[in-house]
């Protein structure tokens, strides 16, 4: 399939806090105050362990950016906004899809569960949001059912020692990227690769799920089957993101580079082992979205002042000062 390279015209934490806002569905004159003229790409953080409040401020944001990117997480994540008394729930979808001018896209730093993501869709689009504008990198790493059935009968296995994951395959998806073992967006196109791909992956697989958690095997073919069936309705969607978010910023657009989750859930900066198989902090940015590092031009990060991380473990949330 030859991707396309320009735009078209036409333990995880969960959701963010609904959020309200007047309107931004409407169409805005764009302006650019927020950026530097020559390097116009902004990354948005959460502050603590998600929840912050970032889609708000991504959706303040929306009418005067011309890119917003998701470049890391899965279905763990997101952000809940409301428009008057409508309410919108974005697990994989960037927040900028509701900002008509915005186009949005999930970069090759995302895991995707393809039957989630089309479901998202279909659901703004019942709501009358135009998503025709979605781009989706090519590189991006897809969850199969066999990451979540991983997923699930790991944590149970682990008892007390459970991490408290989603159950959504998407710690098992990033073991498999790092293993150079992982299905991409484009291995869709190509039936041959893809069931390469899938028995490379399962021949191991298959041996843990039957011998350690004494569990049927998983079919290759089951799997090919399911996944194929994607290939159609994410074809218009996908394109080499990295190239045409290059050729935008040397354009002097707006690119809005936006976190899932939080700092302090970083893989490698967060409070470990209780955080998420990505890197939401700022230099996951630049690899999840194939941005260089110069091309940032400012970080913002969100936080809020009362912060208690929705985990199953214990959290000293207060600190109690005894009178003399």
């Known amino acids: ?18 959020i309200s806002r007047k309107s931004s569905l409407n169409s805005q ?29 991504t959706d303040l944001l929306g009418g005067r950016v011309d890119y917003v ?5 899965g279905n763990n994540a997101g952000h809940t906004v409301v428009i008057g008394d409508r309410k919108f729930a974005l697990h994989l979808l960037p927040s900028g899809i509701l900002t008509p001018e915005v186009t949005p896209v999930i970069g090759n730093g995302v895991v995707i569960d393809p039957a989630v993501l089309l479901e998202e869709i ?20 897809l969850i199969t059912p066999y990451h979540v059935t991983l997923d699930k009968v790991t944590e149970r296995f682990l008892g007390k020692s459970k991490i408290g994951t989603t159950g959504r395959g998407i710690g098992p998806t990033y073991s ?4 150079r073992i992982g299905i991409r967006v484009q291995d869709l196109f190509d039936e041959s690769i893809l069931r390469q791909k899938v028995e490379g992956a399962l021949t191991n697989k298959n041996q843990v799920l039957v011998k350690v958690f004494n569990r049927r095997a998983i079919d290759v073919d089951a799997i090919v089957e399911e996944l194929l069936q ?12 990295s190239l045409l978010l290059n050729n ?29 198989s990505s890197n939401p902090t700022a230099g996951g940015a630049c690899t999840g979205s194939g941005i260089g590092p110069t091309r940032i031009s400012r970080v913002i990060g969100i936080s809020q002042g009362l912060h208690n991380p929705r985990w199953f473990w214990t959290f000293p949330h207060r600190v109690v000062r005894r009178r003399r």
């Open 1 to 18: 399939m030859a991707v396309r390279s320009s735009a078209r015209s036409g333990t995880e934490s969960g959701t963010e806090s609904g």
């Open 29 to 57: 004159q764009h302006s650019h105050p927020i950026a530097s003229p020559l390097v116009p790409a902004i990354v948005l953080v959460g502050a603590q362990w998600g929840d912050e409040g970032k889609g708000k401020a």
């Open 69 to 73: 990117v998701r470049y890391q997480g």
């Open 122 to 141: 279909a659901g703004l689009q019942q709501q009358g949001v135009d998503t025709s504008k979605l781009l989706i990198s090519a590189n991006a790493h």
């Open 176 to 179: 498999d990227k790092i293993a």
């Open 230 to 241: 994607y290939a159609e309705p994410l074809a218009p969607m996908v394109a080499d993101t």
């Open 248 to 276: 935008a910023l040397d354009e002097n657009k707006v690119v809005l580079l936006e976190g899932g989750q939080g700092t302090l859930l970083d893989v490698d900066h967060g409070t470990y082992p209780f955080v998420t």
